[in-house]
T-cell receptor
Framework: QQPVQSPQAVILREGEDAVINCSSS?????VHWYRQKHGEAPVFLMI?????EQKGHDKISASFNEKKQQSSLYLTASQLSYSGTYFC???????????FGSGTKLNVKP | NAGVTQTPKFQVLKTGQSMTLQCAQD?????MSWYRQDPGMGLRLIHY???????DQGEVPNGYNVSRSTTEDFPLRLLSAAPSQTSVYFC???????????????FGAGSRLTVL
C-alpha cells in the first residue's frame, strides 16, 4: 500500500523549479509531505486533507487530486536549503497504518 | 519539552544477539510507531500502537517485538538479530491514531543499527 513517488532524484540550480509526484492505487483521504536532511529525521512540511486542496509553505506548495489519487509537491525558485529527500505519506486501508513513498532526493546546487 | 527521544543513537550487534531500541515521548501522544529506513526503500512501518496496551503489526514486523505499557514509552525489541536488520530505525508519534492521516507525525532522531 506504499504510495509511488516520482522522480527518484532531481538536480536543480538555485532559482529553478521542481515538481515531485505521489500517486496511490487506493482512494486517498489525506496526503502528508515530509522532508529529510542527510543524517536527520524526517520533518513535517504539510498535510492535505481535501480533494483539490492546495497548501503552501514559503515557496513550497502542494496539490491533492482526490479523484486521480495523486498529490504533487511544487518547489518554486529553489534554495540551497531545499536540498534533501522528500517523502509523501498516506493512510492504508487501516487508518492506523501510515505508509511512505520511497522518496525523491532533491539536490539544489549554487 | 524533548519531543521523541530514541536511544541508543548507534549500536553494533553480532548475529543472534538481542537488544531493545528505546523510544520515549513527552507530548502525551496516543499513537506511536516504528519505521525502518533502508536505501531506496523509504520508510517502512514495523509496528505501531494506538494507546497503552494496544499494539499491532505494520508492513515488516518479522523479527521484531513491541509492547506499550505506558503512554510515554514504546520499545522495539530485536529477538535474534540478523544482518538483514541492519538499518536506521525511527520512532514516530502523533496525537491520535484514529484516522491517522489527519495527525502529523513527530519523529525521533533515529537509531543506526549494524548487525555483523
Amino acid at each position: 500500500q506504499q504510495p509511488v513517488q516520482s522522480p527518484q532524484a532531481v538536480i536543480l540550480r538555485e532559482g529553478e523549479d521542481a515538481v515531485i509526484n505521489c500517486s496511490s492505487s487506493k482512494a486517498l483521504y489525506s496526503v502528508h509531505w515530509y522532508r529529510q536532511k542527510h543524517g536527520e529525521a524526517p520533518v513535517f512540511l504539510m498535510i492535505l486533507l481535501k480533494g483539490g486542496e492546495q497548501k503552501g509553505h514559503d515557496k513550497i506548495s502542494a496539490s491533492f487530486n482526490e479523484k486521480k489519487q495523486q498529490s504533487s509537491l511544487y518547489l518554486t525558485a529553489s534554495q540551497l536549503s531545499y536540498s534533501g529527500t522528500y517523502f509523501c505519506g498516506t493512510e492504508g486501508d487501516n487508518f492506523n497504518k501510515f505508509y511512505f513513498g520511497s522518496g525523491t532526493k532533491l539536490n539544489v546546487k549554487p | 519539552n524533548a519531543g521523541v527521544t530514541q536511544t541508543p543513537k548507534f549500536q553494533v550487534l553480532k548475529t543472534g544477539q538481542s537488544m531493545t531500541l528505546q523510544c520515549a515521548q513527552d507530548m502525551n501522544h496516543e499513537y506511536m510507531s516504528w519505521y525502518r529506513q533502508d536505501p531506496g526503500m523509504g520508510l517502512r512501518l514495523i509496528h505501531y500502537s494506538v494507546g497503552a496496551g494496544i499494539t499491532d503489526q505494520g508492513e515488516v514486523p518479522n523479527g521484531y517485538n513491541v509492547s506499550r505499557s505506558t503512554t510515554e514509552d514504546f520499545p522495539l525489541r530485536l529477538l535474534s538479530a540478523a544482518p538483514s536488520q541492519t538499518s536506521v530505525y525511527f520512532c514516530a508519534s502523533s496525537y491520535s491514531g484514529q484516522g491517522s492521516g489527519a495527525n502529523v507525525l513527530t519523529f525521533g532522531a533515529g537509531s543506526r543499527l549494524t548487525v555483523l
